[in-house]
């Protein structure tokens, strides 16, 4: 039997939920469905080196009480309404946008805050304890709000963040600063996802073409480059 590193990174990913995605919601970000062909090429990478995808979603159910800092002071009685009734469990903004292909042996959080880690927001971190996992690749929307939260709360609490530079959307207003502000900062590093696939190859051995991997192999002096 092949032995592998016990430290694989895994890949996160944030908010690619209809709510912030399908035209007509209060927080959709018109580039992020063009990301989804790079974040399933980068799952299905991550599935193939021995990695686990991880979907982290929001949910709105009673974040009037929950969060009164964003529902009463942030937004207006009626955009309050709004995100409470599309983005609550059971909503068809809740759920993840239908092109994105999750597996079986995927993971799903739940959160309740623009940052995953932050105490009180989802299980995230006890998930990642759990499993040994210190290094963690950031997709999803938006790059300068959930997305780097994430990866701010992520680097405090020792967790090797990265986020992967072309499968992170956000608004076409923030765009051109996000990457550039995030990658600079002392929370993340960026990477784009050739670079991604790369670095995975030091587990696993294998060529994406036309989005499907092809030739895959197993490396079995593997150590671990993350």
Not at 23 to 44: C, E, L, Y
Not at 173 to 189: D, K, L, Q
Request: aromatic content about 6%.
């Amino acid at each position: 039997p092949v032995e592998m590193h016990p430290v694989v990174p895994r890949l996160v990913v944030i908010d690619l939920q209809n709510y912030f995605m399908a035209p007509g919601h209060m927080a959709a970000v018109a580039s992020a469905p063009a990301i989804v062909d790079t974040v399933n090429t980068a799952a299905k990478a991550m599935r193939a080196a021995g990695g686990t995808v991880i979907w982290v979603v929001t949910d709105a159910d009673n974040a009037d009480k929950q969060w009164p800092s964003l529902h009463s002071h942030m937004l207006t009685p009626h955009s309050s309404a709004r995100r409470l009734a599309d983005l609550g469990k059971g909503s068809e903004g809740y759920k993840l946008w239908p092109a994105l292909q999750v597996e079986p042996q995927d993971l799903h959080v739940v959160k309740l805050r623009y940052s995953a880690f932050i105490q009180g927001s989802s299980n995230l971190e006890q998930l990642l304890r759990e499993r040994h996992i210190d290094t963690i690749m950031i997709a999803g929307t938006a790059t300068n709000v959930c997305c780097e939260s994430t990866a701010r709360d992520g680097m405090m609490l020792n967790f090797h963040c990265v986020m992967l530079a072309d499968a992170n959307a956000a608004a076409a207003s923030s765009t051109a600063n996000a990457h550039n502000n995030i990658g600079s900062s002392e929370a993340s590093r960026t990477q784009p996802i050739p670079h991604f696939c790369n670095s995975l190859s030091c587990l696993c051995c294998f060529t994406i073409r036309d989005r499907k991997i092809v030739n895959f192999s197993i490396n079995r002096n593997f150590r671990n480059e993350f």
